[in-house]
């Protein structure tokens, strides 16, 4: 449990843009079956900025909600770089998109380590989904969803005690 010292700590660091250290404790500080809420929360905020959003995104979501098919959350992440790349190779000046696409990549490996199962994604993709969170929302010029972001992880850790 973070207390409310290291939460205003931890808001101090995310303001002045130290979202992977941010990212890093939030994730440490969540039980595994926490963190597929926390990916899909941010995901879904990072899609308001999108005019319409891919199925493969909304999979990723979906996903998140049923413990029985976070493992499916492999094949989600396939599908997702394959959009990424697809941008990069048309049109890679769309920054905004492609940092909604990275956001959905690291939810999907969140959502597949809570699994459990072997073949594991690197750990700190928790850290880089927060990360790339907070990136989208600078590329968007979006103070907005920078503090509904972070609104979001806050309410994920619960009230914090002194």
Not at 107 to 128: H, M, Q, R
């Amino acid at each position: 449990m973070i207390d409310a010292r290291e939460l205003s700590a931890l808001r101090t660091q995310w303001d002045s843009g130290d979202a992977m250290r941010v990212g890093w404790v939030i994730y440490e500080a969540l039980p595994n079956a926490a963190r597929p809420r926390l990916a899909a929360e941010l995901l879904i905020l990072s899609c308001e900025l999108l005019p319409g959003v891919p199925g493969e995104i909304s999979s990723v979501i979906e996903l998140a909600k049923d413990p029985r098919r976070w493992r499916e959350a492999h094949d989600a992440f396939r599908n997702i770089r394959r959009l990424t790349i697809e941008l990069l190779r048309d049109t890679p000046d769309d920054n905004v998109r492609e940092a909604v696409l990275l956001v959905a990549e690291n939810a999907a490996k969140v959502i597949y380590n809570a699994s459990e199962e072997l073949a594991s994604f690197d750990y700190d993709c928790g850290c880089w989904l927060v990360g790339c969170a907070h990136d989208l929302a600078m590329k968007a010029h979006s103070p907005e969803l920078k503090e509904r972001f972070w609104c979001a992880m806050e309410t994920l850790l619960g009230t914090p005690t002194s």
